[in-house]
């Protein structure tokens, strides 16, 4: 099968990989343009376009799909399928209606729950004890189209988005070939999504990352949990930023919410008898250590800490 690749960031690479093992002919890889990054603000290449160049596919970075030319340069190639994976693009109907067997999406939940931008951090920041992978025919909707094939995970406890990005783009890229294997041989009959189940993942900004200690433990744990690697949960310690990397929760424990119950170890009093016992922390500028190491050198004393807003 002739396909054209679309994807940008390094959860679609094990997909790009998998089907040059596989020996499917990639035509192109689409991927967003370079970006500025650190400090020196230095081009960065999205980790799919590393990949490709160094497989000598050949990269193609459009800043818009709308346009004729990239509708051209997609036709001029002619693909059978085309396998998009965390691209970051909508893609228009005249693409869309391309293919002979359409195009076909791994996406990062399992649909119709979790559409949109931040599937795998929204699952654990909201508790789910499972998520998956989806295959799907595009549609010209956010994740919308009929769904293919799914395939399930156990989210567990101490998951973060970063440990469970990493095994769903592997379960992605092993679905992704299952998928296209029996839609070449006519074995998938796609299935409509059932749309009162449908759930839309916001796209993660820092905004939600200020911890509330009014609310329980377990969903603060959770939010900590959800935005490692970004943009990674913080609360306020003596009027400065304190990032949180690692928790543990505590059940059974009464206190005043949002006090500090002890710093060795450092527990924090939250809603509905439950304490969040801190493991990791960061001030800004200054090095990830174990919240034991953080004080035995910041020497402050228990009750001079006020933690929050």
């Known amino acids: 099968?002739?396909?054209?690749?679309?994807?940008?960031p390094d959860f679609a690479v094990p997909c790009l990989e998998r089907l040059i093992r596989n020996k499917y002919e990639v035509l192109g890889v689409f991927t967003q343009p370079d970006k500025k990054s650190?400090?020196?603000?230095?081009?960065?290449?999205?980790?799919v376009k590393e990949f490709a160049l160094k497989n000598n596919l050949r990269v193609f970075q459009p800043v818009t799909l709308k346009d004729n030319e990239a509708y051209t340069a997609i036709k001029n190639l002619n693909p059978e399928a085309i396998v998009v994976v965390a691209y970051g693009k909508i893609l228009p109907a005249n693409i869309l209606a391309i293919p002979k067997?359409?195009?076909?999406?791994?996406?990062?939940?399992?649909?119709?729950?979790?559409?949109?931008?931040?599937?795998?951090?929204?699952?654990?920041?909201?508790?789910?004890?499972?998520?998956?992978?989806t295959t799907m025919i595009m549609d010209e909707g956010l994740d919308t189209g009929d769904i293919l094939l799914k395939a399930e995970v156990k989210i567990e406890k101490d998951d973060t988005s970063e440990t469970l990005y990493t095994r769903l783009s592997n379960l992605g890229a092993d679905l992704l070939i299952e998928t296209l294997k029996k839609l070449e041989k006519g074995e998938l009959l796609p299935q409509k999504q059932n749309e009162p189940d449908?759930?839309?993942?916001?796209?993660?900004?820092k905004d939600i990352a200020e911890i509330d200690w009014n609310k329980p433990a377990g969903k603060i744990h959770n939010l900590v949990r959800g935005l490692i690697p970004w943009?990674?949960?913080?609360?306020?310690?003596?009027?400065k930023k304190l990032k949180i990397f690692k928790t543990n929760v505590l059940k059974g424990v009464s206190g005043e919410i949002g006090?500090?119950?002890?710093?060795?170890?450092?527990?924090?009093?939250?809603?509905?008898?439950?304490a969040l016992e801190i493991l990791e922390v960061q001030f800004d500028n200054k090095k990830r250590m174990s919240a034991g190491d953080f004080f035995r050198g910041y020497r402050v004393k228990e009750q001079d800490m006020i933690i929050g807003k």
Not at 111 to 133: C, D, F, M, S
Request: charged share 20%; net charge positive.
């Open 1 to 8: 099968m002739k396909i054209v690749f679309m994807g940008t």
């Open 38 to 47: 650190g400090r020196g603000q230095k081009l960065t290449y999205p980790p």
């Open 101 to 133: 067997y359409g195009c076909i999406n791994v996406h990062g939940s399992l649909l119709p729950k979790y559409r949109g931008a931040a599937p795998i951090q929204w699952a654990i920041i909201n508790g789910e004890e499972k998520t998956g992978v």
């Open 198 to 205: 449908a759930t839309y993942s916001k796209l993660l900004t």
């Open 231 to 239: 943009p990674i949960a913080y609360t306020k310690l003596n009027s």
């Open 259 to 274: 006090k500090i119950k002890s710093l060795d170890p450092f527990i924090v009093f939250c809603a509905d008898d439950t």
